[in-house]
């Protein structure tokens, strides 16, 4: 799988998706607070002016029920020098200015005098700029007219800051998510990110690495001091059961060594009896079995332990399957199938060639074994090599009768043997050691459907060409445990039983 890039790592963890809910919630119950905040100030400012409008017809009304006109138009007069944000204006029935404070207004607020309250634009005595203002207009008797109104203009001043404090507190509120962001992403993920560095290193078999601890006493680490007691304490027992079998496989495959070359001597001698030499024949057989099950079991710990030293270079894939190919195409007729390559392209990874080797004699042989068709036939086999993307899948395919979906990943472990070929020979370690190998190169095992039959990947990761392409016979690559003999069909691989 490729590499996610880094913006869409981040956006993929949880801390961040958190984060963005807090921010999105913040900046949303923010505005919520300051749009319910502006609009319930602007109803109560206004709600205000017209109570203060009212106040004033009202006081007006029963100064004009006392003096008349003249008592208004004296009373408005004088009302209108005074600072404040009232406003007032007398007018007679030719619409010319008796009494007040507005220099200019609209011919159509005075022709409406039913005394309904409205919005309107106005331009002051003594300042040129227009303004909107709330008034009531009504008609007195012999065509006069009384406007009584309230400039908006601190109102609108007010409702202006309120909006530039609702901005201001959105770009807070931003700048905040942002820095919440960035702190995530440097101090959160990166402290993440090298817990999951530990882990992948622990995975590929250093028991020795631990979390991190940076002594701050937060949460992570507590999680780091917590898990670095359990890796103690899994690497203390992980270190005793790998001291326990490998002193139980180097204490009992040194006395079957000997034991073996006993019968061997024996059966070399003068023994007469046919029976006891059929005896001393199998004996010795299961001797052989015995240590290639003992040499087995201690490369794959070896392999799961990553102690192997193994030396990585880049291999051709392609070329080194035809080349296992032709080595096993004459076996593969012995027993009456076929053996097919199929590997057109140059397919390279950086692997070790001996256990990749290894690995394809394990499931070749597997498919000789148990990949006969259903009509008695001889074992049909086939190879190949091809890219998958980033991967380079090398695939041993048979035409048996396959294995259970239920079983496919169970047989990859040790000493699993199905009970179709309980009698068949083998350890079942066989698709264990490849298993091994594939983590080891960092790939993958899949035992798939071959419809009919079993298809068995191997997936590693594709690497670059060689400057100068590698060209050893591979033989060479045949020659470490399990593999005994000079040529490598001299000595089956460990199988695993279907």
Same mark, same amino acid.
């Given at each position: 799988?490729?590499?996610?890039?880094?913006?869409?790592?981040?956006?993929?963890?949880?801390?961040?998706?958190?984060?963005?809910?807090?921010?999105?919630?913040?900046?949303?119950?923010?505005?919520?607070?300051?749009?319910?905040?502006?609009?319930?100030?602007?109803?109560?400012?206004?709600?205000?002016?017209?109570?203060?409008?009212?106040?004033?017809?009202?006081?007006?009304?029963?100064?004009?029920?006392?003096?008349?006109?003249?008592?208004? $138009?004296?009373?408005?007069?004088?009302?209108?020098?005074?600072?404040?944000?009232?406003?007032?204006?007398?007018?007679?029935?030719?619409?010319?200015?008796?009494?007040?404070?507005?220099?200019?207004?609209?011919?159509?607020?005075?022709?409406?005098?039913?005394?309904?309250?409205?919005?309107?634009?106005?331009?002051?005595?003594?300042?040129?700029?227009?303004?909107?203002?709330?008034?009531?207009?009504?008609?007195?008797?012999?065509?006069?007219?009384?406007?009584?109104? #309230?400039?908006?203009? =601190?109102?609108?001043?007010?409702?202006?800051?309120?909006? %530039?404090?609702?901005?201001?507190?959105?770009? $807070?509120?931003?700048?905040?998510?942002?820095?919440?962001? $960035?702190?995530?992403?440097?101090?959160?993920?990166?402290?993440?990110?090298?817990?999951?560095?530990?882990?992948?290193?622990?995975?590929?078999?250093?028991?020795?690495?631990?979390?991190?601890?940076?002594?701050?006493?937060?949460?992570?680490?507590?999680?780091?001091?917590?898990?670095?007691?359990? *890796?103690?304490?899994?690497?203390?027992?992980?270190?005793?059961?790998?001291?326990?079998?490998?002193?139980?496989?180097?204490?009992?495959?040194?006395?079957?060594?000997?034991?073996?070359?006993?019968?061997?001597?024996?059966?070399?001698?003068?023994?007469?009896?046919?029976? +006891?030499?059929?005896? *001393?024949?199998?004996?010795?057989?299961?001797?052989?079995?015995?240590?290639?099950?003992?040499?087995?079991?201690?490369?794959?710990?070896?392999?799961?332990?990553?102690?192997?030293?193994?030396?990585?270079?880049?291999?051709?894939?392609?070329?080194?399957?035809?080349?296992?190919?032709?080595?096993?195409?004459?076996?593969?007729?012995?027993?009456?199938?076929?053996?097919?390559?199929?590997?057109?392209?140059?397919?390279?990874?950086?692997?070790?060639?001996?256990?990749?080797?290894?690995? *394809?004699?394990?499931?070749?042989?597997?498919?000789?074994?148990?990949?006969?068709?259903?009509?008695?036939?001889? +074992?049909?086999?086939?190879?190949?090599?091809?890219?998958?993307?980033?991967? @380079? +899948?090398?695939? @041993?395919?048979?035409?048996?009768?396959?294995?259970?979906?239920?079983?496919?990943?169970?047989?990859?472990?040790?000493?699993? #043997?199905?009970? %179709?070929?309980?009698?068949?020979?083998?350890?079942?370690?066989?698709?264990?050691? @490849?298993?091994?190998?594939?983590?080891?190169?960092?790939?993958? *095992?899949?035992?798939?459907?071959?419809?009919?039959?079993?298809?068995?990947?191997?997936?590693?990761?594709?690497?670059?060409?060689?400057?100068?392409?590698?060209?050893?016979?591979?033989?060479?690559?045949?020659?470490? =445990?399990?593999?005994?003999?000079?040529?490598?069909?001299?000595?089956?691989?460990?199988?695993?039983? #279907?």
């Amino acid at each position: 799988m490729r590499q996610l890039s880094a913006t869409g790592r981040v956006f993929r963890t949880t801390v961040i998706r958190l984060a963005l809910i807090y921010f999105v919630a913040l900046t949303l119950a923010s505005g919520a607070v300051l749009v319910y905040l502006s609009q319930n100030t602007a109803m109560v400012l206004r709600q205000q002016a017209v109570e203060t409008i009212d106040a004033e017809i009202s006081s007006l009304a029963d100064r004009y029920r006392i003096a008349g006109i003249r008592g208004l $138009v004296a009373t408005v007069d004088a009302r209108s020098r005074r600072p404040g944000a009232s406003l007032y204006l007398v007018v007679d029935f030719a619409a010319n200015q008796i009494a007040g404070n507005i220099e200019s207004l609209d011919d159509r607020v005075l022709a409406s005098a039913a005394g309904e309250l409205q919005q309107v634009s106005y331009v002051p005595i003594g300042d040129g700029a227009r303004r909107e203002a709330l008034v009531r207009v009504f008609e007195l008797p012999g065509g006069f007219r009384l406007l009584v109104g #309230r400039d908006l203009q =601190e109102q609108m001043r007010f409702r202006s800051l309120l909006s %530039e404090a609702t901005r201001f507190w959105l770009v $807070v509120v931003a700048v905040l998510g942002i820095v919440t962001l $960035v702190f995530v992403r440097r101090r959160v993920l990166r402290r993440i990110d090298a817990m999951a560095e530990t882990g992948r290193r622990i995975m590929e078999g250093d028991l020795s690495e631990r979390l991190p601890v940076e002594g701050s006493g937060d949460e992570f680490d507590r999680l780091a001091v917590g898990f670095n007691a359990m *890796l103690d304490r899994i690497e203390a027992l992980m270190h005793g059961l790998k001291d326990v079998s490998d002193n139980i496989a180097h204490d009992l495959k040194t006395p079957l060594t000997r034991m073996r070359n006993r019968v061997e001597e024996a059966v070399r001698g003068d023994v007469g009896d046919p029976l +006891a030499r059929e005896a *001393l024949n199998r004996t010795l057989e299961e001797c052989d079995a015995l240590i290639r099950t003992f040499d087995a079991l201690l490369r794959i710990a070896r392999l799961e332990a990553g102690s192997m030293g193994a030396q990585f270079e880049p291999v051709d894939l392609g070329a080194l399957l035809e080349e296992v190919g032709e080595l096993y195409q004459p076996v593969a007729e012995d027993e009456g199938g076929t053996l097919e390559v199929r590997a057109g392209e140059r397919l390279f990874a950086e692997a070790n060639r001996e256990l990749i080797v290894q690995a *394809l004699i394990n499931l070749i042989e597997n498919a000789l074994k148990y990949g006969h068709s259903t009509d008695a036939t001889g +074992a049909r086999i086939v190879l190949a090599a091809e890219r998958e993307g980033d991967q @380079v +899948a090398l695939s @041993v395919r048979d035409f048996g009768s396959g294995i259970d979906d239920a079983d496919k990943e169970r047989v990859t472990h040790r000493f699993i #043997r199905l009970e %179709e070929s309980r009698n068949a020979p083998g350890s079942g370690l066989g698709l264990s050691l @490849v298993s091994a190998v594939a983590h080891l190169h960092k790939g993958t *095992l899949r035992l798939e459907d071959g419809d009919p039959g079993l298809r068995a990947v191997l997936r590693l990761p594709e690497g670059e060409a060689p400057a100068a392409p590698h060209s050893a016979d591979v033989a060479e690559g045949t020659g470490g =445990e399990g593999a005994g003999g000079d040529d490598a069909r001299s000595l089956p691989a460990p199988g695993v039983s #279907r």
